[in-house]
């Protein structure tokens, strides 16, 4: 679940670290007052979007007055904002984040991940901040600071002192950049992020840290954990066929292709949309209906997939272990039926009570074309979308 920058720095406020007052504003009027709140001088008006790069496409301004920021208001807020993670379509601005400005003296970049292949939490820092990791990684790789913290003992304080040197500061402004880590280390764990990401922090002319700009991705494995942190989804940043898959148990995630797929358990899923791909074809989504699937949950994948003008064809693949082929089939033939299914639907069935199920498939008397093996149904369905 991604956080949108005040929610983040929000939750930073909480654990003591340094961020700038500011507040959230929905209309231009609220985004003057604010600018008033915050003493009517410099402050900064950002669109609030999951993406990043708002600045590049025009969703960040400074302001010098309370009316300039107002102004600002208007022209970001029910804008378009067009950035490299947004797509050409872009995401519609619904609000804005107006904070204080500050004196800015250097800026740095700072982030905190899960790296799996190495089973540590991965601290990323570098003198660059403010440009796009990715470039600098690609152009100066030697800019690139990494740190990786054994979660099972956690940060230790010579890792975070040495991280500091590493970066060029002395040795008071190190101390204080080891407190800054550290406080932002706890939130990272504590919270289950996957990602928190400050792009730039920022050493003020006064000579104190300021985080000023923050993203936080919570891991959604571990929202369980985290009721408080529910209040901070936003739906209308979110797609809405994903929310309307994770309300039913379902894992989804649209892709630009044209076949639907529908299969139970993540690396059967990757695996039939890989060899759709190779058979020529291009999977239209990622959604695993999971190992305990009824078929409402069927019936409710299939009006997900169909929802999507882009679908040509459907796959369903499922091996059943703990779900039953003959239940799975039944939800099938009961959502074909009520949907009035048109578009060519594949399916390939095999483990427990297959038999049973392929029958009930056959029985059906709908359009239906069984498949054996995975290149079969692979083949099958791209030959139906085209």
Request: glycine residues 12%; charged residues 25%.
């Amino acid at each position: 679940m991604n956080l949108h920058e005040y929610q983040s720095k929000e939750l930073m406020a909480a654990y003591g670290l340094p961020v700038l007052p500011g507040y959230c504003c929905y209309t231009p009027g609220e985004v003057e007052a604010a600018a008033d709140l915050l003493g009517g001088g410099v402050c900064v008006v950002k669109a609030q979007v999951h993406a990043g790069g708002r600045g590049k496409g025009g969703g960040v301004k400074l302001a010098k007055s309370a009316a300039e920021a107002r102004e600002h208001g208007e022209a970001i807020l029910g804008m378009k904002l067009v950035t490299p993670q947004t797509g050409k379509d872009g995401k519609l601005v619904r609000k804005v984040y107006v904070e204080a400005g500050c004196n800015i003296d250097k800026e740095f970049y700072l982030s905190m991940l899960v790296d799996r292949a190495a089973k540590r939490i991965a601290i990323v820092v570098s003198t660059e901040g403010g440009m796009d990791i990715e470039e600098v990684a690609e152009k100066t790789p030697d800019k690139i600071i990494t740190e990786l913290v054994d979660p099972s003992v956690g940060l230790q304080s010579f890792q975070a002192l040495q991280v500091g040197f590493r970066l060029g500061l002395t040795a008071p402004l190190a101390r204080e950049f080891a407190s800054l880590l550290d406080g932002l280390y706890d939130l990272f764990v504590e919270n289950d992020l996957s990602l928190l990401e400050i792009n730039p922090l920022v050493l003020t002319k006064e000579g104190q840290f300021v985080l000023l700009d923050a993203k936080c991705t919570v891991d959604n494995n571990a929202m369980f954990r985290h009721p408080d942190l529910k209040e901070y989804q936003d739906y209308d940043e979110m797609d809405p066929r994903d929310l309307r898959a994770g309300k039913h148990g379902l894992s989804y995630v649209g892709l630009d292709g044209n076949i639907g797929c529908m299969v139970n358990g993540a690396g059967l899923a990757m695996g039939t949309m890989d060899i759709i791909k190779e058979f020529g074809g291009e999977p239209a989504n990622f959604l695993d209906v999971g190992g305990g699937a009824t078929k409402e949950t069927v019936t409710e994948a299939f009006k997900i997939l169909l929802d999507d003008s882009n679908v040509k064809a459907i796959l369903v693949n499922i091996f059943g272990g703990i779900m039953k082929c003959d239940v799975i089939a039944g939800g099938i033939v009961e959502a074909a039926k009520e949907l009035s299914l048109e578009v060519p639907l594949v399916v390939r069935l095999q483990g427990t009570n297959v038999d049973e199920g392929r029958k009930i498939l056959a029985d059906s008397g709908l359009n239906i074309q069984p498949a054996d093996t995975m290149g079969d149904a692979a083949e099958k369905a791209v030959r139906a979308a085209q």
